[in-house]
């Protein structure tokens, strides 16, 4: 009864390949997220969107594209991979009320080499 | 502009004994929500405890308790009766009331020590 899951956990692919992550939450949620977290921990928010509309989209390489069928999925792939793509990659999604705290999926690690 | 700042890039703690972490916000709203989350070494992100603005009470959940100060824009968590399974990456974050948006700041690594 997982709420939020993405997939692959682990991804190690090699420079200039095309991949996807997954995410799917059934929680009934209606907002959707992708963060980006660094070597240093950072989280930086990439996309958002609030029943498959694009409502934030930070300052991300046009190699990154989201796709929401629906309220439920939130993918996101990732065209002509570089080294500097490597991070961790959250999932998470929230209520669209103020105040709804996040939920997180496990995180999908890749590794672009 | 909303800005969460986390000045201890690090902390340690005696098992058993009480840690605080500190966050600091910047923002110009009134009405808002703030956050921390754990982080452990498993990578999954874990909600802590939430604030409410507009409440004066300081939120609880168990060990973990906040000091929010409104005023001064001061949101620090304190870890009382430490754990091993404390240890962990604990980053604080702020939502304005209006939108789905979440300011993390940059995180504080907590080390337990036995």
């Known amino acids: 009864d997982t709420a939020v899951s993405q997939t692959p956990k682990y991804l190690v692919t090699q420079m200039g390949n095309d991949k996807s992550i997954k995410c799917e939450q059934n929680l009934g949620h209606d907002t959707m997220y992708w963060y980006k977290q660094d070597s240093k921990k950072f989280l930086k928010i990439m996309f958002s969107y609030n029943n498959k509309e694009l409502i934030i989209n930070e300052t991300v390489p046009n190699r990154f594209s989201p796709k929401s069928p629906d309220k439920a999925h939130l993918n996101l792939h990732i065209n002509s991979l570089e080294l500097g793509d490597s991070a961790v990659y959250f999932c998470?999604?929230?209520?669209?009320?103020?105040?709804?705290?996040?939920?997180f999926g496990n995180g999908t690690r890749l590794t672009v080499t | 502009a909303q800005t969460v700042t986390q000045s201890q890039p690090e902390m340690s703690v005696q098992e058993a004994e009480t840690v605080t972490l500190s966050c600091t916000y910047d923002?110009?709203?009134?009405?808002?929500?703030l956050f921390w989350y754990k982080q452990p070494p498993s990578r999954q992100m874990i909600l802590v405890i939430r604030?409410?603005?507009?409440?004066?009470q300081n939120a609880t959940e168990n060990r973990f308790s906040v000091n929010f100060q409104k005023a001064a824009k001061s949101f620090s968590l304190k870890i009382s009766d430490s754990q091993l399974g404390d240890a962990a990456m604990y980053f604080c974050?702020?939502?304005?009331?209006?939108?789905?948006?979440?300011?993390f700041g940059t995180g504080t690594s907590l080390t337990v020590i036995p």
């Open positions: 998470a999604s929230s209520q669209a009320q103020g105040g709804s705290p996040l939920h």
């Open positions: 604030q409410e603005a507009y409440k004066q």
């Open positions: 923002t110009s709203e009134s009405d808002y929500y």
């Open positions: 974050a702020y939502s304005p009331n209006t939108g789905n948006q979440f300011y």
